[in-house]
């Protein structure tokens, strides 16, 4: 998947370039300017995955392929209007590679041809925003016969390339380079390798490709929320029916510290346990939001006036037409507001055999499709009484939210190990009557 070697070209303004050492670890940094009508954007954008960020780009459309963003639009106004002042305005692009090599044609203009071996560790660690809008002008000028970005040979672009670089330097590498533009920490877990547990979990399932691991992917369903999921329902963490609280909404990045923290530690298995299940708990949240909306079809959703009429806001949002679920069987009839259902999920905290976890094994105390309904029966309700459709987020930032939907499983619960006991005394009584 990885492996795959490519040695590309790059053009180089004025024949002038700067090969510099770091001492004795044989780091090299080699600088120089290459043309942006000039720059290889077809072959370069095939090596993004070293790159924490994936650029947004316009999907459909005249404009396709055009990137979003203020910082984007700038760019591309540079590339349009003062294509000469580029080279100024721009940090330019940071490549990581196996090898540079010089080349000369000819006539002595000379070349630098970039190898690169493996896709995990070498291609644009930086620059990812700049590589698309020069890619954008080029087709734009080209389609417009010149009309639009007609001066590209005067856009200089910054070009640097590391090579000898350790692998486990990558990492740090991409990130010190982004810390200036805003990388989320989920983005670069992901290119640490954080989260390929998690993906393993889910690899040939239904919503495989739901998940969103890094900023800029297509999923639907963010990683922040899939590691809610998992700590919420970690009992190590989260031992007490309220303690969930702290990993759900309003805390982005409570569950990732939880997560990387515990990782960290060759000694701590809780996550390692979840992750295997990650796919099943997903379909776990998805199945609770299944039976709550069934059990109350008439629930109104959105902020409501003091005096109960409904704002616009609210109207729009009230319900939606019912959509396929993303990892579970069947469609979603409401909104996967995770104000209302993470506290919900946290609750089956109590039917997760604590021996067995403790061992490294996920094991149900009884199967938890048996009280779905009536859980979701009697928490929907708690919800409704609460203000919890209309005002998710205040709702689920409650301990009392967590502690009430764990007290209502585990009465359930209880209630059926009673009747389970009452059967088995009858039984015993029968028996010797006979």
């Not at 999920?345 to 055999?353: E, G, V, Y």
Request: net charge negative.
């Amino acid at each position: 998947m990885y492996n795959h070697e490519v040695s590309i070209r790059f053009s180089i303004f004025n024949n002038q370039y700067s090969t510099i050492s770091a001492g004795e670890n044989g780091l090299q940094r080699t600088i120089f300017y290459c043309r942006a009508s000039e720059f290889p954007t077809e072959e370069i954008k095939n090596w993004f995955d070293v790159n924490p960020r994936e650029p947004k780009v316009k999907k459909t459309g005249k404009d396709q392929g055009k990137p979003t963003g203020s910082v984007a639009q700038k760019v591309l106004e540079t590339l349009d209007i003062e294509p000469y002042s580029f080279c100024l305005k721009n940090q330019g692009i940071s490549l990581s590679a196996e090898s540079i090599q010089e080349y000369k044609d000819e006539n002595n203009n000379v070349y630098v041809d970039v190898k690169f071996t493996n896709k995990k560790y070498h291609g644009v660690v930086n620059g990812g925003h700049t590589t698309y809008c020069i890619d954008f002008a080029q087709v734009k000028k080209k389609e417009s016969k010149g009309e639009q970005y007609s001066d590209l040979n005067e856009a200089l672009v910054p070009i640097e390339v590391r090579t000898n670089i350790k692998l486990d330097d990558i990492v740090a590498m991409a990130d010190g380079l982004n810390s200036s533009m805003s990388v989320d920490l989920e983005s670069l877990s992901d290119l640490n390798g954080d989260f390929d547990k998690i993906k393993e979990s889910l690899k040939n399932k239904k919503g495989n490709d739901e998940v969103a691991y890094h900023q800029g992917d297509s999923g639907s369903f963010d990683i922040k929320d899939v590691l809610r999921v998992l700590t919420t329902l970690n009992i190590e963490i989260c031992p007490d029916p309220g303690s969930a609280v702290v990993y759900g909404v309003g805390k982005p990045r409570a569950a990732l510290e939880a997560f990387k923290e515990r990782k960290s530690d060759p000694n701590n298995q809780s996550f390692e346990v979840l992750e295997a299940h990650t796919w099943e708990l997903l379909v776990l949240l998805e199945k609770i939001c299944q039976k709550f909306w069934k059990s109350q079809s008439g629930m109104k959703m959105g902020r409501t006036k003091e005096k109960g009429k409904k704002t616009a806001k609210a109207n729009k949002n009230e319900r939606y037409s019912s959509k396929d679920c993303c990892f579970a069987d069947g469609k979603l009839e409401g909104k996967l507001l995770l104000g209302v259902f993470l506290p919900a999920l946290s609750a089956f905290r109590c039917l997760i055999d604590n021996d067995a976890f403790k061992q490294g094994q996920l094991k149900w105390k009884i199967d938890y499709e048996s009280v779905l309904e009536p859980f979701c029966e009697q928490y929907a309700t708690y919800v409704s009484e609460n203000k919890g459709a209309t005002e998710p987020a205040n709702f689920g930032s409650q301990a009392s939210s967590y502690s009430s939907a764990y007290s209502f499983l585990k009465g359930i619960m209880q209630a059926r190990e009673v009747e389970e006991l009452r059967k088995r005394i009858e039984q015993l009584e029968e028996t010797q009557d006979s």
